[in-house]
Every structure is written in structure tokens, then in C-alpha cells.
């Protein structure tokens, strides 16, 4: 298999057992205490900075765009994406969601800021995500990188309990219509809302 050729590749283990294990109980942490925030009106619903509900693509999933420690790890594996893919590549963004039982993932290619993309499990019941028809399971740890914007991608219904994923978004740094860290300042911060 090769990159080049099948626009996506597996990396088994990319990353380590310990980190993993421990990004996926911050993750199911942070979606339970977002939850209470919400009901017990500590913050708005419609406050989208620590999490949301309403995943255009994914209606109850819990999300979040840019949570600072998905971000550090995009910047952790760029040089090991950049090894397989042979591009330079540039930070767009991070984008991390636990799937619960009868969810799916419509097809779909992804936005101009997702060319290179990346999606990590990090725990729960395993469940393929498809490549152009080609079925993909990853264990907790292993990573597959394709190319989001050109690759039509999806997941069938989930018929597990929970699954967490966090996708890591690139552009090619030779592109000229690249957009470094999705049109921000800078990784970990949020797009102006006002």
C-alpha cells in the first residue's frame, strides 16, 4: 500500500498505549462534565468553546474543535505524517468526537483545511471508518492518514456502546491555497464568533 497511489495509509501504534488510554478518559471526562455544565447552566449550551452536542455531521455526538490537547498532539505527529505522506505540511486543525450506539458518518470528502487528515482511536469498541469502500478498523492507538479532501469516506451505524476519535488536520505547505491552523492566530485557539 502506499500513499501516493491509494491516498490513505495505516499506522499501527502511532500513538503510544499510555497516552492513548489516557486522551480517551480525558475525553469521556470532558464530555460528561460539558454535559453537567450545560444542564446545570454553569455555562450556555450555545457556548461551543469546551464542547458541543449538536455535531452538524453527527447530531448528539459529543465534539470539540481545537481542545488544547488534541492540538498538541496534531503538532506531535506532523513529522511522522510528513514521513509517510513526503509533503511538508502545515497545522489546520484538530476535531475530536465520541460516537455512541446508532451513530454514523454520512459520506462525505471533507473542507479545503482538511487535505491531509488523520484519525486516531482512541478507545472504545472498534468500528471501521471506510475508504472509498475499502473497510479500516483501528485498534486504540493506531492512526490512518488519507486525503480527506479528495478520499469520500463514511462509517456505517455504530452498534457498539461508545468510540472516541480524534481527527488531525494538514494542508501541504506548498499549496498556495494552504490555511495554517484553519484561518487562526494560532493551534489551540478559536475562530472570532462576535
Not at 64 to 81: G, H, M, P, V
Not at 122 to 130: A, E, K, Q, R, S
Not at 156 to 170: R, S, T
Request: hydrophobic share 35%.
Amino acid at each position: 500500500m502506499s500513499f501516493k497511489k491509494d491516498h490513505y495509509l495505516v499506522l499501527k501504534n502511532a500513538v503510544d498505549e499510555n497516552l492513548t488510554k489516557f486522551l480517551n478518559d480525558y475525553f469521556l471526562l470532558k464530555e460528561k462534565a460539558v454535559r453537567q455544565m450545560f444542564e446545570d447552566r454553569v455555562i450556555p449550551n450555545f457556548c461551543t468553546l469546551v464542547g458541543k452536542f449538536d455535531d452538524d455531521q453527527v447530531p448528539g455526538a459529543f465534539s470539540c474543535y481545537s481542545d488544547f490537547a488534541f492540538e498538541t498532539l496534531l503538532q506531535s505527529l506532523k513529522k511522522t505524517i510528513e514521513k509517510k505522506t513526503k509533503m511538508k505540511l502545515i497545522e489546520t486543525y484538530s476535531y475530536a468526537r465520541v460516537y455512541r450506539t446508532d451513530h454514523d458518518l454520512k459520506k462525505h470528502i471533507d473542507r479545503k483545511s482538511c487535505d491531509i487528515s488523520g484519525t486516531v482511536n482512541l478507545g472504545g469498541d472498534l468500528w471501521p471508518i471506510f475508504m472509498e469502500g475499502n473497510k479500516i478498523l483501528l485498534n486504540p492507538g493506531d492512526l490512518v492518514i488519507y486525503r480527506g479532501e479528495k478520499l469520500m469516506h463514511w462509517r456505517e451505524k455504530f452498534e457498539g456502546k461508545y468510540c472516541c476519535q480524534v481527527f488531525l488536520h494538514y494542508n501541504d505547505q506548498k499549496d498556495p491555497d494552504n490555511i495554517a491552523y484553519d484561518g487562526r492566530k494560532l493551534l489551540g485557539s478559536q475562530k472570532n464568533i462576535f
